[in-house]
T-cell receptor, first 114, second 112 residues
Framework: GAVVSQHPSRVICKSGTSVKIECRSL??????MFWYRQFPKKSLMLMAT?????????EQGVEKDKFLINHASLTLSTLTVTSAHPEDSSFYIC??????????FGPGTRLLVL | SQKIEQNSEALNIQEGKTATLTCNYT??????LQWYRQDPGRGPVFLLL???NEKEKRKERLKVTFDTTLKQSLFHITASQPADSATYLC???????????WGAGTKLIIKP
């Protein structure tokens, strides 16, 4: 149980394009979903917290117009990287929490912006 | 300042021995602490959760201790196997804002 999927697992795009990443909780309803970014050999960096049906809460320094988050249902959240640039290349990971305590992570999405 | 520290250097352990990883924190009062395993290019996988009023938690070959006085958690893997090789992350759960605060992780290498 507690499986979270992410799609796509890997994406390469040209600079200036937008990329959408989906995060789904497959066997539970997630009241809260989290989006993280991770650089090589670095800790997970929380980007935003989203609750179903409400606007996401962004961490300091994360541009909300750059990283659009939609939590449309209790099983789906999307992160759209708008007008992506090479510095946005990173490993993006989502997690979902059924209860607010334990987070269950997706497998991550590797984004490369050329 | 607030920080959470894990050994940044890789830990090399001989197969069959017990691996012990450390997580230290300062200026936090977490409700509980979690340990996760992360393999390269993958998301973290939840392993164990220990609450502030618990001293020790076990799950199969895993054992976690939590000393809120020392502000330290130890994560043990007994009878270690090469398949245990991964990066292990500790995270503090802050019930004030429902967030996890992450350590940078320790890379564990179990040599056959």
């Amino acid at each position: 149980g507690a499986v979270v999927s992410q799609h796509p697992s890997r994406v390469i795009c040209k600079s200036g394009t937008s990329v959408k990443i989906e995060c789904r909780s497959l066997d539970f309803q997630a009241t809260t979903m989290f989006w993280y970014r991770q650089f090589p050999k670095k800790s997970l960096m929380l980007m935003a917290t989203s609750n179903e049906g409400s606007k996401a809460t962004y961490e300091q320094g994360v541009e909300k117009d750059k990283f659009l988050i939609n939590h449309a249902s209790l099983t789906l959240s999307t992160l759209t990287v708008t007008s992506a640039h090479p510095e946005d290349s990173s490993f993006y990971i989502c997690s979902a929490s059924p209860s607010g305590e334990t987070q269950y992570f997706g497998p991550g999405t590797r984004l490369l912006v050329l | 300042s607030q920080k959470i520290e894990q050994n940044s250097e890789a830990l090399n352990i001989q197969e069959g021995k017990t691996a012990t990883l450390t997580c230290n924190y300062t200026n936090y009062s977490p409700a509980y602490l979690q340990w996760y395993r992360q393999d390269p290019g993958r998301g973290p996988v939840f392993l164990l959760l220990i609450r502030e009023n618990e001293k020790e938690k076990r799950k199969e070959r895993l054992k976690v201790t939590f000393d809120t006085t020392l502000k330290q958690s130890l994560f043990h893997i007994t009878a270690s196997q090469p398949a245990d090789s991964a990066t292990y992350l500790c995270a503090l759960y802050m019930d004030s804002n429902y967030q996890l605060i992450w350590g940078a992780g320790t890379k564990l290498i179990i040599k056959p």
